[in-house]
């Protein structure tokens, strides 16, 4: 290991290189030798064409450090990732054809680093057949200027897999709290552990090189070995950090000891968790959970499942699981989403997902964008603009029961009065299609695997059958016909049993989760 400035670092990455990052949000974001590396640009116009591969958002969330301050300055060539909801000018110039792209699973993405390390032909995995990134509906392709297949199809045994084939990565930038004198990469102060290790060990495989921006450099045997997460072997060059703005831990501070598990976080009982709809939705999907459940949160409605926990007394009944490697404990929402607090467990990214692809969740909470007649649910592609799936793929062919929660109609208004739901505005459109504008999750493929899957609106529950979807739960006091089948523009099967959702979860205190759970 070597100790570099920020300018002993110019030169360092070359034109059509190849950078990766293990980031999440500005947990483990290298901003500092992200920020010089546009100075370089600017200057020089050296390092351009490059390819970006990020297994999460590769955004800070509060400004451009990421993918849209490197789009903008006109270094990219090429990126390769899961998500883009924080990286609006990189959004727009995927849009644009201005770059290359392609938006794959997460999980597929975190975990590839070890096919690299050992020279495999590529991820070879059944995540992601029949859906957007099957090369039979796009390959992850996102514009009409990215052409090159990453992902094809193959068989083995008679049964299909796909193949994912990642470009060699020349540079990788990862972020540490410290790097002791013989390179030894402690994240102490970090929220995410993210795919550092194996991401590392790829790279020097391949005769790349690793630069890690840290607090500090501290003396050999200073902590304890056990705590190392990347060993020294493993890096080139460490840079310190200059501007602790550059260095921040979470989007609302620049460190928290509660986010990195170094002390404990006192939950408070009464906390801002507002009365609304989402949250009358989030009731409704608890519902389906059991008690022991061991529950894969994605993002959306579901971010405040903590929150609806706590406030019903029954954190202690489930378990909450973060696909970030977060395992238990109490899970941040809107600004920290994504990091958890007295978590159970810790562990590496990639690690998550071995836990995940092996059957580690008893069931998934997610969302959806739009859902179609045939039970397919897109999250990655809003109108034209690229969203990316996150982990939304992953988890969603890996889980035996899924709950996908959104509203019924696109910019609805409803008010809740005296524990009834009043529609206000009917809204523009449903977001219940005759087909989806790219599958993220196939009805038809989950029924064959045989997995469960409801659909939690604000008007109805939908359930997955062989038919496609089937109405199995009404509000009370709304009409099945004008106030959903009228919004439909196709058939729908109507239950015969036709249920009325429960009225209490409609009021301001509700109280009945611990019941449920227990019952379940």
Excluded at 283 to 301: C, E, M, P
């Amino acid at each position: 290991m070597e100790r570099k400035t920020y300018d002993e670092l110019k030169g360092m990455i070359k034109d059509g290189d190849v950078v990766a990052f293990t980031t999440f949000g500005p947990a483990g974001l290298p901003m500092e030798i992200m920020a010089n590396l546009v100075k370089e640009y600017q200057e020089t116009k050296h390092p351009k064409d490059l390819t970006l591969i990020s297994s999460n958002n590769l955004s800070d969330y509060l400004s451009k450090a990421g993918f849209d301050e490197f789009v903008e300055a006109g270094m990219v060539k090429s990126i390769i990732s899961n998500i883009l909801s924080a990286s609006p000018i990189t959004q727009q110039a995927i849009n644009d054809n201005k770059i290359e792209a392609y938006l794959l699973p997460q999980g597929a993405i975190a975990t590839h680093y070890r096919n690299a390390m050992d020279h495999s032909p590529g991820l070879i995995t059944k995540i992601g057949l029949h859906t957007q990134v099957d090369p039979r509906q796009g390959g992850g392709k996102t514009n009409d200027i990215t052409k090159k297949d990453i992902v094809s199809l193959i068989e083995i045994d008679d049964e299909e897999y796909l193949r994912y084939t990642f470009p060699k990565v020349d540079v990788l930038l990862l972020r540490a709290t410290y790097a002791d004198e013989y390179g030894n990469l402690f994240m102490t102060q970090e929220a995410y552990l993210g795919e550092s290790f194996h991401a590392a060990a790829a790279v020097k495989n391949n005769g790349g090189k690793v630069i890690v921006q840290v607090k500090e450099v501290i003396p050999n045997q200073a902590r304890n070995s056990h705590e190392v997460v990347v060993p020294g072997e493993l890096v080139d060059y460490v840079v310190v950090n200059e501007n602790k703005n550059l260095h921040r831990q979470l989007p609302q501070t620049h460190y928290d000891p509660t986010a990195s598990g170094e002390a404990y976080a006192l939950i408070p009982k009464a906390f801002d968790y507002p009365f609304n709809i989402k949250k009358v939705m989030l009731r409704r999907a608890s519902k389906f959970l059991n008690k022991d459940d061991v529950v894969g949160i994605g993002y959306g409605i579901s971010n405040d499942t903590s929150h609806l926990l706590i406030e019903e007394d029954a954190h202690d009944l489930v378990q909450l699981n973060l696909d970030l490697g977060m395992l238990g404990g109490y899970q941040g929402a809107r600004r920290s989403m994504g990091y958890n607090y007295n978590s159970s467990a810790k562990i590496p990214h990639d690690n998550s997902w071995d836990l995940i692809y092996g059957g580690g969740l008893d069931v998934a909470l997610l969302s959806f964008a739009e859902v179609d007649q045939y039970g397919n649910v897109n999250v990655s592609q809003l109108g034209d603009i690229a969203n990316g799936m996150g982990g939304f793929i992953d988890i969603a062919q890996s889980v035996n029961r899924l709950i996908f929660t959104g509203t019924f109609m696109l910019k609805s208004k409803v008010n809740i009065e005296a524990g009834k739901l009043n529609i206000v505005d009917q809204g523009v459109k449903s977001k219940f299609v005759e087909n989806v504008q790219q599958i993220d999750f196939n009805g038809q493929y989950a029924k064959e695997r045989g997995q469960e899957a409801f659909y939690v609106t604000d008007r109805a529950v939908f359930e997955l059958t062989e038919n496609g979807l089937k109405l199995i739960e009404i509000v009370s006091g709304l009409d099945v016909q004008t106030d959903i089948l009228d919004h439909l523009n196709f058939e729908i099967e109507v239950a015969s049993d036709l249920a009325a959702m429960d009225e209490s979860i409609f009021h301001v205190k509700w109280g009945g989760l611990r019941e449920s759970l227990l019952g379940n």
